[in-house]
């Protein structure tokens, strides 16, 4: 009990403090809470989030389910998106967190229970708050929690068998590469339980049998529905994606996710790596680095044969083994088969849940060994202890409670904070409360930060217009639902048009300026300036990265020092940014289009800290959304130049 008050706690304390925090949801979350409140509506979605093999494959792809919508939708419709989603996430955790403590106290006793419980509520907090919607976050709990009730169907524990199928059901149907993860381990454990089942009492009849199946088939179906009226053309597209002749990471970076998760001490797994031309090139390294990698092979080696040594003496330790040879299996093919530059890189959430549970198997292997039960009476009795294990809830509690949204891991340049603060500028105007049609568009460049940080704020704003139920229309519908394309209202429309800069000069006519936020004057400055004096140090010349030329002069663009240069022409002598154009050089540095010199942590750090950028927001009349969608010019310094 104190454990679950411990968890409920920090889960409550978690999401009873986002309102002093001025939490809203932006970007994908904001979608995600949207389109939550669709499932009760005309136009309730099949399919998940889009998926961010667009920058692979050049065609749409959807993570194959809708289960998570289901699952906030009472949440968000009850209580709205900012508190329903929340706790519609957070409650979501907690169920993943339960479910693994439940599992392991069958299995391991109380204190194995306290332990997994424990690593679940790590898990939960880990990558993001326990209360943050997002489809990519949320799936990394219940991926652990799978293992755990794999686990338990192994050892024929009451009930388990509908929790994995539950559990594996909605983090494959929120994100796709959880889905290779999860279903290599769920798959093979429930066919086998199936199997069992039916074997069980096949000799009492086949209706016996066959009674003795279908309550589990039947519940998977249902929580399935979503793809299957899909007709299944999604789940061809992804299928020929991850088999199609796109780049992909290979073997040796399968098997050095799986050599970290299973040899490194968990909390030590590092953030994602930095992929090229997306904003989330800040990652802080590698799997491996300097020696850590032969360090985790021997401890990963001493590990598993701590479980071979134990594995005739207990069928749990039997079991638990055969659930992280097959979780091992499937990190691999997944880490392998993962495109080059997508740019959420999940495997860190992949190795973490594989590393936890690979520990605890090894703990539970020595206990074996060593001939102890983990329920640990001496443990409970000790007032000590008792103090202790509260001290420690507090902490974790305190801990949750604090823990920004904002995090530079998360927020990526600091898009979510200035997004929340201009959803705020313009809760209560027209943008949101108006109720005739409206279309949305979002300017700042093509996959640059400040179109990040446009695209954030516009989707906090479509939500919240949502929620209120007014019409609203935007040029990328696949987030909301195709009832929203732009192409299905008439050419001229009323527009919002968010950009991260100021139109130059005086506004054309028909535009109206609805609300701004400014950066601090000197911070743009002062930083470049520090990035400059940086390379200037490291005495390197500057290398971009490969295939930078076609995304960098749209990135460096509006921010040279000549109104209507070319920026093409700069990438022929990069060195010019220095001296000449550090704001630029900035840019290419957020950009990941810089392949060297590396900055120093601290300057690396200081682009991430604070949004480099402002918010403006205007309302047009009688625009064309499609044709501005795609001119992010009208923002930038070169706007009225020459084409």
């Known amino acids: ?25 932006v970007g994908d979350d904001a979608a995600v809470v949207a389109r939550a409140r669709d499932v009760l509506s005309t136009s309730p979605p099949v399919l998940g989030m889009p998926t961010s093999l667009i920058y692979e494959t050049g065609e749409w792809t959807y993570h194959p389910g809708p289960l998570l919508y289901a699952w906030l939708s009472p949440f968000v419709v009850l209580f709205g998106r900012v508190t329903g989603g929340a706790i519609g996430a957070a409650t979501l955790n907690l169920v993943a967190i339960g479910g693994s403590w439940w599992f392991a106290r069958s299995m391991l006793g109380r204190v194995g229970g306290a332990a997994t419980g424990t690593l679940a509520l790590l898990v939960a907090t880990g990558f993001a708050p326990i209360y943050l919607p997002l489809n990519s976050a949320l799936a990394a709990c219940s991926t652990f929690a799978v293992l755990i009730t794999a686990w338990a169907v192994l050892l024929t524990v009451p009930r388990a068998t509908y929790a994995l199928v539950f559990l594996a059901s909605i983090a494959a149907q929120a994100h796709v590469a959880y889905a290779v993860v999860v279903l290599g381990v ?7 339980d199936l199997v069992r089942r039916w074997r069980g009492v096949t000799p009492e009849g086949p209706h016996r049998a066959a009674r003795a199946v279908a309550p589990i088939l039947g519940f998977g ?12 053309r999604n789940f061809v597209r992804l ?6 002749p796109y780049p992909h990471r290979g073997a040796g970076e399968g098997l050095a996710t799986v050599i970290a998760a299973l040899g490194r001490v968990p909390i030590g797994i590092s953030g994602t790596i930095g992929i090229p031309f997306t904003p989330k090139a800040h990652g802080v390294g590698p799997l491996f680095a300097g020696d850590v990698g032969p360090a985790a092979v021997l401890v990963g080696l001493a590990g598993l044969a701590v479980v071979v040594w134990a594995w005739p003496r207990s069928a749990t330790v039997r079991t638990g083994g055969v659930v992280l040879a097959l979780g091992a299996v499937a990190v691999f093919i997944g880490s392998a088969r993962m495109p080059d530059r997508d740019p959420i890189d999940v495997r860190l959430y992949w190795a973490r849940c594989l590393s936890l549970f690979a520990f605890l198997l090894y703990g539970v292997a020595i206990s074996t060994l060593l001939g102890s039960r983990m329920t640990a009476p001496v443990f409970t009795r000790s007032r000590l202890a008792r103090v202790a294990s509260c001290a420690v809830g507090i902490l974790v ?18 898009e979510r904070e200035l997004a929340q603060d201009a959803m705020f500028a313009v809760e209560d105007s027209e943008v949101v409360t108006g109720d005739g049609d409206l279309a949305f568009v979002a300017l700042g460049g093509v996959r640059t930060p400040a179109a990040v940080a446009a695209e954030q704020a516009m989707f906090a704003m479509v939500a919240a217009r949502l929620e209120q139920g007014n019409p609203t229309f935007v040029d990328a519908y696949w987030y909301w639902g195709a009832q929203r394309s732009l192409a299905k209202r008439p050419s001229v429309l009323p527009t919002v048009v968010v950009a991260p800069r100021p139109v130059p000069g005086e506004a054309p006519p028909g535009w109206r300026e609805v609300a701004h936020l400014e950066p601090p004057a000197d911070l743009d400055r002062s930083v470049s300036q520090r990035v400059a004096g940086a390379v200037r140090a490291s005495g390197e010349p500057i290398v971009l990265s490969e295939g930078a030329e076609s995304i960098a002069p749209t990135v460096i663009d509006g921010h040279l020092p000549g109104r209507c240069e070319d920026p093409a022409a700069w990438l022929e002598d990069p060195s010019r940014f220095v001296d000449e154009a550090p704001e630029a050089l900035v840019e290419l540095y957020r950009a990941g289009l810089v ?17 480099l ?3 403006w927001v205007y309302l047009v009349e009688d625009a064309v959304p499609q044709e501005m969608a795609r001119s992010h010019r009208l923002v930038l310094n070169r706007a009225g130049c020459a084409p």
């Open 1 to 25: 009990m104190a454990g679950a008050a411990i968890v409920m706690g920090a889960a409550v304390a978690s999401v009873a403090s986002i309102d002093g925090r001025g939490w809203v949801p």
């Open 613 to 615: 950028y402002g918010l």
């Open 239 to 244: 299928l020929g994606t991850g088999s199609g």
């Open 397 to 414: 509690v305190i801990g949750i409670a604090s823990r920004s949204v904002d995090e530079t891991w998360l927020r990526g340049t600091g």
């Open 595 to 611: 392949a060297s010199p590396g900055l120093p942590s601290d300057v690396n750090d200081d682009i991430w800290r604070e949004p």
């Open 186 to 192: 769920a798959g093979p454990v429930v066919a086998w």
């Open 221 to 232: 179906a249902v929580l399935w529905l979503g793809p299957v009226a899909d007709g299944g």
